[in-house]
């Protein structure tokens, strides 16, 4: 209850005690701090450590509070000094009680004192951030600043006063690495304010920051400690970013500054390592902190040697080009083993500087983005990392946009000439000469290949645009890069290790091929080169699959070559149509010998298909189309020699049939049997055949149906159409020659058609003498026919069983 007491007491107290202090009375401010030591005395009594911990940090906040108050009432002017002071009055006094008083009370008043200077020091930093940022804006726009107005009256103290007071009161309270956190930040917030708004002079600010940054620097190398060593040098390296901002605001002020700044990056980058600031040692991290500087000159010496030509008069023409030239330089100077890692990645960064977006005047960007291409690969010579290899592929690819027009022009542009086929007035493409420089740099990445073949290869697109640049007549370019195509294609196939240089192969074929239209004599020698390369392809690739492809690309320039032949020597298109078909049969030949080399199946579909477009040569003329049917069935029929003898004999025979209906057609024939015979024979012979390599192949599936194709039409005409003496005779003679083979050969299915027909034929041939005679003698002649059957019934039915079972055992 009493301590219920107590605390409500103290908190009244409080109360007036605070409403009195905002008079600002010393008697206020000495009941303020009687409440404090009220508290503190309870505490004192309660022995509680959390209690005594708390009090102690009221006692000196309220002293600081009692002290203030009344000061500021004496003067307004330089109460941030005062109240800078105070804290650090009130900080010393902690750090002596710390000393004297341990315990619970100490790190009370440690907190209070802490947070006594919180309040100052976020003022005082807040304020130097500022001034330092009135200093970035007056050297705004660079290079073309007005001179900044300089300090008339006198020197603005307090901040950088207030700022020692505080960043000395925080180093003492502090401990350990929060001690040198403080001092690092107090500095660089020193060098900030020290320059003051308005500056006291153009160089205060770039100054002050470089030599702090240097002090900050030879610190981080002589106090051995990881952790300080990277605070000092990120303080240090904001100081040198903040004078690099400010000193931009003339060219000769921007390139002392970058001067200044790359004179400590050298000596840090020396010094470090060795160790030299404090021999004998030992600072971790030195290495790490020798490589950024060693990094952090590469990254500005470009920009120096472009500040430095504007210092002197240069125009930005002269600053761009110097800039480039150095960026290329910089590789030579970091190729020691020492920092080659940081030389690298800041080499990949400074590579980047030539692909700004805005050059002056009529600098060709193109030229300067391959250049970033050669840079980056020059750095990437150093680095043991993957992705240096790639870099280049950034600034390469953005070479080629710039490039666009011009190897468009070359490589795509030709395609059009495929709908102006044979029409002449060819015109060698116009390409800059700086676009056909920058894409011959680009060869340069392709050297870390190492391989002689790739770049020799690669080298045809820059010597196409060459050539254009040289204005060659036509069709120089065409001619170089069909050849050029058809090399990468041959190479890579034979060698099978280079898929890619196979396709650039194949691409580069399609603009030659087109690039060749424009005349008869150019088509017909591209066509043939195009036929060459596929058969070299073909006959020595190493991947199966490959052959197929050459197989089938050939086939296709062959028949295209047979074309543009017959079209050039305004040919008919069925002798067109015959050359075609020559060409489908040189890949047929191939198809079944050793050239084909496993690809057989795929030339043979080749061949196929140009005997196809042989065919659709014909069209409208039926002999012709005759003939090509005709001369391919005769090829199909040759290879059921080889192999698939009866489906291959089939297809023939189906072939020749249909060559034989196209020329009776187109011959205007009207026989039944000149259609149906032939088709029939055919077909039978195919069925001997597929009979002799089956023991199992019944006569009906073998010539059954050739049989019926043969008799049955012709039976149907004698039985329909009157007067048709010549064809019955023919057809009773070719019936009963089936019918005595089926009964010689065992083989049912002739003899049990060929009987019918005859049967049919003669029951015709009855009903014909019928009508010829008077109707008692065929009456007569039939009934002694009854007679007779009657007499001798048993033995006609015994006749009758045995041609059955003879029947019955026909195959």
């Not at 726009?141 to 008339?152: G, N, Q, R, S």
């Not at 106090?223 to 060219?251: D, T, Y």
């Not at 050298?266 to 902190?289: D, K, M, N």
């Not at 603009?511 to 591209?526: D, H, Q, V």
């Amino acid at each position: 209850l009493a301590w219920g007491f107590h605390g409500l007491a103290l908190l009244v107290a409080v109360g007036l005690a605070v409403t009195e202090w905002s008079t600002g009375s010393i008697r206020a401010s000495l009941v303020l701090v009687a409440v404090a030591l009220v508290f503190a005395a309870g505490a004192w009594i309660s022995g509680q450590r959390v209690h005594q911990g708390i009090a102690g940090a009221v006692v000196v906040l309220a002293v600081v509070a009692a002290v203030l108050r009344p000061l500021d009432q004496l003067s307004n002017e330089r109460y941030f000094v005062i109240h800078s002071a105070v804290a650090a009055v009130a900080v010393l006094l902690t750090w002596y009680a710390v000393r004297v008083i341990p315990g619970p009370w100490s790190i009370g008043a440690r907190w209070g004192a802490t947070i006594s200077l919180l309040l100052p020091g976020a003022v005082a930093f807040i304020w130097a951030a500022a001034l330092g940022v009135q200093n970035i804006g007056a050297a705004i726009p660079w290079w073309h600043a007005a001179e900044p107005k300089l300090l008339d009256g006198a020197y603005q103290w307090e901040l950088p006063v207030s700022l020692v007071l505080l960043v000395g009161a925080g180093a003492l309270l502090a401990p350990g690495v929060a001690r040198k956190l403080a001092v690092v930040a107090g500095l660089v917030a020193l060098a900030l304010a020290a320059p003051g708004w308005p500056p006291v002079a153009a160089w205060a600010a770039p100054t002050i920051d470089l030599v702090i940054a240097a002090g900050l620097l030879v610190w981080a190398l002589t106090v051995p400690g990881r952790f300080g060593l990277a605070a000092k040098s990120v303080g240090a390296l904001l100081l040198i970013g903040h004078a690099l901002m400010v000193g931009q605001g003339s060219p000769m002020r921007a390139m002392l500054v970058m001067t200044a700044v790359v004179v400590i990056g050298l000596v840090v980058s020396t010094a470090a390592p060795r160790s030299l600031f404090r021999p004998g040692v030992t600072i971790e991290g030195r290495y790490s902190l020798g490589g950024i500087a060693a990094g952090f000159v590469d990254l500005l010496l470009p920009w120096l040697a472009f500040t430095a030509v504007a210092a002197f008069g240069g125009d930005q023409v002269a600053s761009w080009r110097v800039l480039l030239l150095v960026v290329l330089a910089v590789p030579l100077l970091g190729t020691a083993k020492l920092f080659r890692g940081y030389h690298v990645v800041a080499g990949m960064l400074i590579a980047l500087y030539p692909l700004w977006p805005d050059l002056p005047g009529n600098e060709s960007q193109a030229v300067y983005a391959a250049a970033s291409a050669v840079a980056m690969t020059i750095f990437g010579f150093g680095g043991k990392w993957a992705w240096v290899r790639w870099a280049p592929l950034l600034p390469a690819f953005v070479t080629l946009l710039w490039t666009g027009a011009s190897w468009y022009s070359v490589l795509l542009e030709p395609i059009g000439n495929v709908e102006r086929i044979w029409a002449g007035n060819s015109q060698t493409p116009h390409v800059p000469m700086l676009h056909a420089i920058a894409v011959t740099l680009l060869l340069v990445p392709l050297a870390t290949l190492r391989s002689v073949r790739v770049i020799a290869f690669a080298a045809v697109i820059p010597a196409l645009m060459w050539l254009a640049v040289f204005e060659v007549p036509w069709p120089v370019i065409p001619a170089v890069t069909l050849l050029g195509g058809l090399a990468m294609v041959v190479v890579a196939t034979l060698r099978g290790k280079d898929p890619v240089l196979g396709v650039v192969g194949a691409l580069l074929i399609l603009p030659g091929l087109a690039g060749a239209l424009p005349e008869k004599w150019s088509t017909i020698t591209a066509f043939a080169l195009i036929s060459v390369a596929a058969v070299v392809v073909a006959t020595s690739a190493k991947a199966k699959e490959i052959r197929i492809l050459a197989w089938l690309a050939g086939a296709a320039a062959k028949v295209l070559l047979a074309v543009s032949i017959g079209q050039a020597a305004s040919l008919n298109p069925d002798v067109t149509a015959y050359l075609v078909l020559v060409a489908a049969a040189l890949l047929l030949v191939i198809a079944y010998t050793p050239l084909s080399r496993g690809a057989g199946p795929a030339a043979e579909a080749a061949a196929h298909s140009s005997a196809a477009v042989a065919l659709a040569l014909c069209n409208g003329s039926p002999r012709a189309a005759a003939g090509v049917l005709a001369i391919w069935g005769v090829a199909i029929g040759l290879t059921a020699l080889r192999r698939q003898t009866v489906p291959r004999a089939s297809i023939a025979a189906a072939l020749i049939w249909f060559a034989w209906i196209l020329l009776l057609q187109a011959e205007k024939v009207e026989t039944l049997e000149a259609y149906t015979l032939p088709v029939a024979v055919l077909a039978i012979v195919v069925g001997v055949m597929a009979a002799r390599k089956r023991a199992d192949l019944s006569s009906w599936l073998g010539y059954g149906p050739a049989l019926g194709a043969a008799l049955l039409p012709s039976l149907a005409a004698v039985l329909i159409q009157p007067d048709q003496t010549l064809r019955r005779l023919l057809l009773g003679a070719g019936a009963l020659a089936v019918t005595i083979a089926g009964a010689v050969w065992r083989r049912q299915a002739p003899f049990l058609l060929g009987g019918a027909t005859l049967l049919l034929l003669a029951v015709h041939e009855l009903v014909l003498v019928w009508q010829m005679v008077p109707a008692w003698i065929p009456l007569a002649i039939g009934g002694l026919l009854l007679v007779g059957l009657a007499i001798t019934y048993e033995g006609r039915l015994r006749d009758l069983g045995r041609l059955r079972d003879a029947v019955s055992r026909m195959t």
